[in-house]
């Protein structure tokens, strides 16, 4: 029932991928016991410096000795002016004023940092011999695919649309992500608008699977068997599970960021620009409410990531999940606090089952 070209093109038992998960979630020990449990562990690494990215992946080689990954973004270009940016700044002193934070403005981010800074992330990988490694954000440059793909590393990319995962194929990925309107988090759309681009999981996977030939991988709102089960009906050959694994105990999410998934219901999900300035999808909070109120223009991505990042992490340290980004995919009402292995050993079972009952 699990042998597929999934599970052979990446060397694991179950097709089961843990979602890399940017911004401290994917710690050493939840990508270890994923991969030991028989899946693959991702290091969500779009945020990472390269020596934290080199130090992180020997951390989970002391704790597995089987494949995991890494993720990274594509960088994008953006432009903002400094009065534009200051304006946005001041938008947000109404928080910064409840969480008693004196910040100063800071410097006008670089749009050229990032496009420094991947093919050190890709050098890494690449010294470290890292198996797996997947994009979101866009498509790597022909030059980057034929080097990692020279040092025998297999590539995913991510699509939420019919045509993004076309061109994911035309560049010679491995294997694609169809990543479902219900995600969690940011979604790879880099063709369109995020929010015009809005195709659920149920949808996007038999259009996928119909007009490409590499392996699809579902993601969006699968957080047990049955979602494993439904998926592989729909022509993936595998599945990407996020939220289901942000509220195990080996995940890196802050206490108050799990209880407040594990306590959310089926509607408490929106699609938000509020925090970094590209759409998301995260559990409703004052942070969103209050810029959606104000009505203020938020500038795009990384630049709104950058101005909020101050006020998320005084939050957090105040155990108060108000003003932090709480992502989370639409069925949060599945969200348990399990270990790795009882997740997966769950998640296999009850696939088990079904099929045998079908
Ligand atoms: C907290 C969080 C962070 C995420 N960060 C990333 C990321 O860094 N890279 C990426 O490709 N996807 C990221 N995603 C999206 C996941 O890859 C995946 O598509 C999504 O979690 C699937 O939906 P689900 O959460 O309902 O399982 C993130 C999702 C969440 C919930």
């Not at 439904?230 to 050959?237: N, W, Y």
């Not at 206490?255 to 999808?281: C, N, P």
């Not at 932090?324 to 089952?353: F, H, N, Y």
Request: with cysteine.
């Amino acid at each position: 029932m699990w042998d597929n070209k999934v599970t052979e093109l990446l060397s694991i038992e179950y097709p089961i991928i843990q979602a890399p998960m940017a911004g401290g979630v994917t710690t050493p020990e939840l990508v270890a016991s994923v991969s030991n449990a028989g899946g693959l562990g991702m290091v969500g690494a779009g945020y990472m410096e390269p020596d934290q990215l080199r130090s992180q992946i020997k951390a989970i080689k002391k704790l597995t000795d089987r494949p995991f990954g890494v993720n990274l973004f594509i960088p994008s270009n953006f432009q903002i002016s400094k009065l534009d940016f200051e304006l946005a700044f001041n938008s947000l002193q109404p928080f910064r004023d409840e969480l008693n934070i004196k910040e100063e403005i800071p410097v006008l981010p670089d749009s050229k940092e990032d496009h420094v800074k991947f093919p050190q992330l890709l050098n890494v990988i690449i010294r470290e011999k890292v198996p797996v490694c997947s994009f979101t954000f866009g498509i790597p440059s022909e030059d980057d695919i034929s080097m990692l793909k020279s040092e025998g590393v297999i590539l995913i990319g991510t699509a939420t649309s019919v045509n993004e995962a076309v061109m994911n194929e035309n560049a010679g990925m491995d294997i694609v992500v169809g990543q479902g309107s219900e995600a969690g988090g940011h979604r790879g759309t880099f063709s369109e608008n995020g929010e015009n681009n809005l195709i659920g999981t149920l949808s996007l996977i038999p259009q996928l699977t119909e007009r490409i030939s590499i392996p699809v991988v579902a993601a969006g709102g699968i957080m047990n068997g049955k979602g494993v089960i439904a998926s592989l009906c729909l022509g993936a050959k595998g599945v990407q599970m996020g939220t289901a694994f942000l509220t195990s105990k080996e995940s890196g999410a802050h206490k108050v960021y799990k209880e407040a998934v594990i306590q959310a219901s089926d509607s408490d999900t929106v699609l938000t620009r509020a925090f970094s300035g590209k759409w998301a999808r995260g559990i409703k909070n004052q942070f969103i409410k209050e810029i959606e109120e104000s009505q203020t223009p938020i500038p795009d991505y990384p630049v709104q990531n950058k101005l909020t990042s101050q006020i998320r992490k005084v939050s957090a340290s105040r155990n108060e999940s108000r003003f932090m980004s709480l992502w989370s995919g639409q069925s949060p009402g599945l969200a348990k606090e399990k270990t790795v292995k009882e997740l997966i050993r769950d998640i296999v079972s009850q696939a088990e089952e079904i099929k045998a009952s079908l």
